[in-house]
């Protein structure tokens, strides 16, 4: 679950190095999915985004949050908490309730 936690990170030192709100959000998910991806495959697991649908939209959810409440002049440290536990959050329920996104099936 840290990947949540490397996402919002990823977009706050994106969004601190005055990068475009909206490639801050790509950056920072792309670096919680990335990296728990990394991880994944270093210990010999299938990586997460290949079982979890939920957990890269999960990270997305997270990371517009924070740069969303961080451009409109909030906290930085109330919206990466907000943005962290809306991740956690989001991918606990998807767990919970078994959700998942819609893939293309018969190809």
Not at 12 to 19: G, M, Q, S, Y
Not at 73 to 81: F, L, N
Not at 90 to 96: E, I
Request: proline content about 3%; charged content about 10%.
């Amino acid at each position: 679950m840290l990947n949540q936690l490397f996402a919002v990170s990823g977009t706050v030192k994106a969004l601190d190095n005055e990068i475009d709100p909206f490639m801050a959000v790509f950056m920072g998910t792309i670096t919680g999915v990335g990296g728990g991806s990394v991880r994944d495959v270093l210990l010999a697991r299938v990586p997460a985004i290949l079982q979890v649908e939920v957990y890269a939209v999960a990270a997305m959810a997270g990371v517009a949050i924070v740069a969303a409440g961080i451009v409109a002049g909030g906290s930085r440290a109330r919206m990466m908490v907000l943005s962290g536990s809306v991740c956690f959050g989001l991918q606990m329920v998807a767990y919970w309730q078994h959700w998942n996104l819609p893939t293309a099936t018969g190809l």
